[in-house]
T-cell receptor
Framework: QKEVEQDPGPLSVPEGAIVSLNCTYS??????FMWYRQYSRKGPELLMY????GNKEDGRFTAQVDKSSKYISLFIRDSQPSDSATYLCAMRPNAGKSTFGDGTTLTVKP | GAGVSQSPSNKVTEKGKDVELRCDPI?????LYWYRQSLGQGLEFLIY????????KSGLPSDRFSAERTGGSVSTLTIQRTQQEDSAVYLC?????????????FGSGTRLTVV
């Protein structure tokens, strides 16, 4: 079993929809939780970065971390066609490398 | 520089040849990472350099893979005697260390095709 499991998708939603992307993990040492967005033929780009449990909001994006359930989510409000990309969750302990989910491909249709 | 720079952006090589992939991290970032991404797959960890400490090589898939980081800056990933299963996008990232680390800044990757 992988340390990080990500809902595989793909997801296709109409413009303006609310999108929920989710990951679960098994390693209780993970303290930092990230979401990356990756456009086709590009490197991943950091979208959200959170420490421990709680919510963090940045514009249309909200990241939630529930350490008790080992579950993290990314919500996208008022989704736009430009949000069409692959979204990768990632997490790491206090020191050391990040472990990534396999990604969820999102398509937002105009 | 302003971002993480990787070269070449594309590399086609014949099976059995050696290849070198280069990564120029963000100036001042003490941590440097190599990941591999196969078509439609997630990121597979390869190696991690952390300041002056010994690198974490636990993700290297075989002894044909090696990497070095010179002067705490530029890194080179070398694949010897390439095989078709080595075909993938090789991504380099850099960050600050520990609690200052935040997320990674990735380069655009080197797309390696072994024919």
């Amino acid at each position: 079993q992988k340390e990080v499991e990500q809902d595989p998708g793909p997801l296709s939603v109409p413009e303006g929809a609310i999108v929920s992307l989710n990951c679960t993990y098994s390693n209780s040492a993970f303290q930092y939780f990230m979401w990356y967005r990756q456009y086709s033929r590009k490197g991943p780009e950091l979208l959200m970065y959170t420490y421990s449990s709680g919510n963090k909001e940045d514009g249309r994006f909200t990241a939630q971390v529930d350490k008790s359930s080992k579950y993290i989510s990314l919500f996208i409000r008022d989704s736009q066609p430009s949000d069409s990309a692959t979204y990768l969750c990632a997490m790491r302990p206090n020191a050391g490398k990040s472990t990534f989910g396999d990604g969820t491909t999102l398509t937002v249709k105009p | 520089g302003a971002g993480v720079s990787q070269s070449p952006s594309n590399k086609v090589t014949e099976k059995g040849k050696d290849v070198e992939l280069r990564c120029d991290p963000i100036s001042g970032h003490t941590a440097l990472y190599w990941y591999r991404q196969s078509l439609g797959q997630g990121l597979e960890f390869l190696i991690y350099f952390q300041g002056n400490s010994a690198p974490d090589k636990s993700g290297l898939p075989s002894d044909r893979f090696s990497a070095e980081r010179t002067g705490g800056s530029v890194s080179t990933l070398t694949i010897q005697r390439t095989q078709q299963e080595d075909s993938a996008v090789y991504l380099c990232a850099s960050s600050l260390e520990g609690i200052l680390g935040g997320g990674y800044t990735f380069g655009s990757g080197t797309r390696l095709t072994v024919v």
